[in-house]
């Protein structure tokens, strides 16, 4: 079982990016899929989720407004839209899927991880 980030990279403050997630392995679609990130220094921290049926999210109030998680159960994937970047967003962010299919106003507790992949947010 492997979920697979990609899309990071350097940006400058105001930009986007989109992050991919892929899984293998397994299929994820009865998963609640989301997003972590670690800043250097700093513990991880939830940021998004979806659940399985992709029409329910949970964010984190410092992303609210500027990201947008979504996900493609035919893809097994899951996708962070960010826009709108700030230098402290600038972390390792992770993929994640916990095996509840919806989960409310809570983060996730999952039970599969992703590999990291880094953005950069210049001012």
């Not at 964010?59 to 960010?82: A, E, H, I, P």
Request: glycine letters at 10%; charged letters at 20%; aromatic letters at 12%.
């Amino acid at each position: 079982v492997q979920l697979q980030a990609s899309g990071g990279g350097l940006v400058q403050a105001g930009g986007s990016l989109r992050l991919s997630c892929a899984a293998s392995g397994r299929t994820f679609s009865s998963f609640t899929l989301g997003w972590f990130r670690q800043a250097p220094g700093k513990e991880r921290e939830f940021v998004a989720h979806i659940n399985w049926r992709g029409d329910r999210t949970y964010y984190v109030d410092f992303v609210k407004g500027r990201f947008t998680v979504s996900r493609d159960n035919g893809k097994n994937t899951v996708y962070l839209q960010m826009n709108s970047l700030k230098p402290e967003d600038t972390a390792v962010y992770y993929c994640a899927a916990d095996r509840r299919p919806l989960i409310t106003i809570a983060p996730m507790n999952p039970d599969y991880w992703g590999q990291g992949t880094q953005v950069t947010v210049s001012s």
